[in-house]
């Protein structure tokens, strides 16, 4: 890569990396932002489910608006957005006052992930691009890692207003920097782009497609899982293992290196391997993940093995394959970049809620109610890429 690309792909993997900071950065805060502005722990929880909600639905508004007006407007209108919301959550006087500003900053941190991925549509073809995602999308484990070490300092140092401050402050920090340094990328613009019409053909034609349902299925379903044991590891490492909370954040730092394993096997021998074998070499791997949680779940004691080897090979697939997922499912459509971007998003993060959702509901404090979880998303995307992938066009 050149130093211009470099530059860029830096950008666009911080961008991507906001909206992951502000789902895990605030975590260890929640419990004393329940008694500062007594309301109780299910108020709180709605600060989450909002962002969640709010971050999924709109990706689909944000897409064709990229599409229409540009890359760059866009991402500059949702960094401001989220630098509201942020100074909103960091300032609010009660509960109320905490979920509107978690709705705001969601509106706006959507935008990073969404558009972002489109700008690596417009400037790179299929195999390249695949390599610039490896980078991007270290965020979506990197984050969720970081970003409770980092909060529970900020916690423990100040409050849990200076979390939101800093994320204020980060979000200032790439909107000075995108304005100064984000070219716009998108050559293809359509007038008609956010007719309602057209936006609702636009989406049915995406999920009626072979060729993007092939990709996108599995890619929802590995990222979905990889929420969903982010979800359990406090039940089943702090709950029932005993792990301190202090230690925690630390122990699962172990998911990130899989997840930079992954990425690099991508980025240094994808276009060697080729993006098909690279995928279906990820599905074996996921295959083995699940299979691993199950045997743990049956045959072993819980234990910090126990939870944690099985997750570490998921997460490697998912470091492997994902790049090249997201570049394949976009792959087809110049056009319409943005709204396969932001449908792609939509969908991954609505997975991921419904499943960490899901899995709290049924957790109990053992390994089998995640093991059956990982098996039952592992057939999905290993059978939702061989179906649909026998459909698309050669």
Known sequence: MTRSVVALTLLLTALSAIGQLSISMYAPSMPAIGVALGTTPGMVQVTLSVFLLTFALAQLVYGPLSDRFGRRRCLLVGLVLF????????????????????????????????????????????????????????????????????????????????????????????????????PETNRHRDPLATRPGRMASTY?????????????????????????????????????????????????????AAFFSGSFVTGRFGPRIGTERT??????????????????????????????????????????????????AMAPFPRTAGSASALLGCMQMAGGAAGSVLIAKVQDGTLLPLALMMVLLAAVAGLGYRRFRALAPA
């Open 279 to 328: 995928i279906r070499i990820s599905l074996v791997l996921l295959g083995l993940s699940a299979a691993l949680y199950l045997g743990s779940a049956l045959l072993v004691p819980l234990s910090i093995a126990s939870v944690l080897v099985p997750m570490v090979a998921w997460v490697f697939a998912l470091g492997l394959a994902i790049p090249a997922l997201m570049a394949s």
């Open 83 to 182: 630098v509201a919301g942020s100074l909103a959550c960091a300032l609010a006087p009660t509960i109320e006052t905490l979920i509107a500003g978690r709705v705001l900053q969601a509106a706006g941190a959507c935008a990073g992930a969404s558009v972002s991925r489109a700008v690596v549509r417009d400037l790179f073809e299929r195999e390249e691009a695949a390599r610039v995602m490896a980078v991007m999308t270290m965020a979506f484990t990197v984050a969720p890692a970081v970003g409770p070490i980092l909060g529970g300092y900020l916690q423990a140092v100040f409050d849990w207003h200076a979390v939101f401050a800093v994320l204020a402050m980060l979000g200032a920090a790439l909107l000075a920097t995108a304005t100064a340094r984000l």
């Open 204 to 256: 049915a034609g995406l999920l009626a497609n072979p060729a993007f349902l092939a990709y996108v299925v599995p890619s929802t379903a590995m990222i979905g899982g990889m929420l969903t044991m982010h979800a359990s590891l406090p039940f089943l490492l702090i709950g029932s293992l005993g792990v301190q909370p202090t230690a925690y954040g630390w122990l699962t730092l172990i998911t990130v």
